[in-house]
């Protein structure tokens, strides 16, 4: 393979048959991670996608693949995840060269100190001359391991609504107020997050999580005067997951109204639901059946490399199941089975692909 | 007044009018307070009880009157409350003495520094020539003023329970984890905080109070996987307060079980409450109605003074109304026509005391 590091330091092997069509294939996913991390995260599908590259020798596959290896997924360094794979969308908006990381040194001079010119980061894009993306990756949830199965076709990613709300009651002392004169805003909070689980539950696919929680003056004899709360939701519809948020809101102001809290919320992110490519995901399912595997599609509730570039060009995710569910975690791992899987889903997407573009 | 400084640091004053008996009536509260304090909490009741020694004189009481000041009641310096009232309930532990505050200073060393003598606390105890003690006190609470009443006898301080109960689940991913493969702690202490509030609100007089919550990792995008949450329960009667924090416990064992949450528990407090003397609480109540006060009767849900002096002499309270229900800040105060209504209160009091020795 003829290999480079682009400007946005993703590192990419060419591999190019004889005679190969112009088309070319993009594989790969992300080399980074996170502090205190696991081996798979990531890593996993670069190395799937230099399998394939072999496979594709064998199906005498006639495109060109190109394998990425994308820097910057997790955002640990700058705060902003997917820099490699915006790069490659033709997506990096120049002002997240201004980024600071902890020690202060901007992403643009890390950039030009990993002696790379951050003034040709255009030049990653992907051309017109691709006939898709594959990204394949370990699914850090648990649903394969539940259904027994090792490999999914990812349909879509999640979109996904990020919110902060603030309900402020009256901090008094725990002894002497009687719960009739209380407004209790950890009280009304914790009303509302049964509200959030209980919705949730209801609804296909609807994920809502309130994982954090802020008190004042959180102590043991004061009734609390103020609880924050975040709310997380995602769905891969993005009207099912706005309702579902307006719902919230709607609950959320009713428990505040009735116990006299005053409610505030800000929002911090809307992102919406991003479809995988049909045909791609179609020749995934194909593979599995013809690899004797269940045809498994999901819902991805975590972002990837491959939304990005779907943007760009036709993109399409494997999944291979997580066991524990664990990822970003040193106990995070894969199994070999699976591996084999992915594989053996690999030679038979190759084939079709061969055919169609045949 | 003859006024001394005993062991403990409280600052005593004895009137003795001429051929008085050989009983004394105690009267007094405390004069420290908290950090970033008001100006009523404690001094008030002390300031006030130098006033009944003038309507004493005046009602012509046959017994000597000692003031005290008491020391050391919030327990700010050395975390443990009381220290003054101890000593004169003649329950002052020695090994509270090896208690340091935060300079590394013992309180045994406080009391030398202070010119005292800490191994003569014992000198400080009441002796049997004690007909009772009456404290008057800032309600620190709401109830007086929602009533729209002047002041109420205290018919006994509450017991007080408090523990901690930590939920135990999976931190997991907030997208990747679909519902129903959660072990979500906060949303089960979500559910759990629920019961303790509409527990309460059942109960007459019962109160119940989470005011504190500590979840692990505490982000936005992460299943809390530990919810720490405090419990705190006050009721005048020990087995209602005791039969409503076992149905607590019995409640969150069940909301554990059924999310598969592990549930621990520890108990930081467990205190009696403690009644006031009859006799002294039914003459303050008959002084309101002559004083053409309504008689109102309350239970407080603070410590006091009172509660450790009545340990050994019959002991009784005032409370007074606490404007907005404010203490422990500076906006605290009191209506000068409730102060009016405590010396009022006062004058009659003394009467029946005269009557009753006479």
New interface residues.
């Given amino acids: 393979m003829t290999v480079k590091t682009d400007a946005a330091g993703n590192l990419r092997g060419l591999w190019k048959p004889p005679d190969a069509e112009t088309k070319r294939l993009i594989l790969g996913s992300h080399i980074d991670s996170v502090p205190n991390a696991g081996a798979y995260d990531g890593v996993l599908g670069v190395a799937l996608a230099l399998e394939w590259v072999d496979l594709a020798r064998e199906v005498k596959l006639p495109l060109a693949i190109e394998v990425i290896a994308f820097s910057e997924e997790e955002g640990v360094r700058f705060g902003v995840p997917f820099i490699g794979s915006r790069a490659v969308a033709g997506r990096m908006d120049p002002a997240l060269l201004l980024l600071k990381d902890a020690g202060g040194v901007t992403l643009g001079d890390a950039i030009r100190d990993f002696r790379l010119d951050p003034s040709r980061l255009d030049d990653a894009a992907l051309d017109a001359d691709v006939l898709g993306f594959v990204e394949m990756h370990i ?5 394969l391991e ?1 259904e027994g199965l090792s490999v999914a076709a990812v349909e879509a990613i ?1 979109g ?1 609504s ?1 919110l ?1 709300l603030e309900f402020t009651g009256r901090a ?10 209380r407004h ?1 805003a ?2 009304g ?3 509302w ?2 509200s ?2 209980s919705m ?2 209801k609804a296909d696919g ?10 004042q003056p ?7 005067g103020v609880a924050r709360v ?3 939701v ?1 769905h891969a519809d993005d009207l099912t997951r706005k309702t579902a948020v307006e719902s919230l809101l709607a609950e959320a102001r009713a428990i505040a109204g009735k116990r006299g809290l005053a409610l505030e919320r800000t929002q ?1 992110m809307d992102q919406p639901a991003v479809p995988m490519d049909e045909r791609l995901t179609a020749f995934l399912v194909e593979a599995m059946a013809a690899s004797g595997l269940k045809e498994k599609r999901m819902i ?4 990837h490399d491959a939304m990005v570039v779907a943007s760009r060009v036709p993109a399409a995710m494997l999944f291979l199941r997580s066991p524990g ?1 664990i ?2 975690h040193p106990d995070e791992t894969v199994r070999e089975e699976d591996v084999e899987a992915a594989l053996h889903v690999g030679g038979k997407f190759l084939e079709r692909v061969v055919t169609a573009v045949g």
Same sequence: chains 1, 2.
């Fill in positions: 699914e850090q949830g648990p649903v539940s999640v996904q990020r902060t008094n002392h725990a002894g002497t107020t009687p719960m009739r004169l209790d950890l009280a909070a914790a009303e997050i049964s959030v689980e949730a539950r609807l994920i809502a999580t309130a994982g954090r929680i802020d008190v959180n102590a043991a004899n004061v009734i609390a975040s709310l997380d995602r911090q991805s509730g975590a972002g569910g990822s970003h």
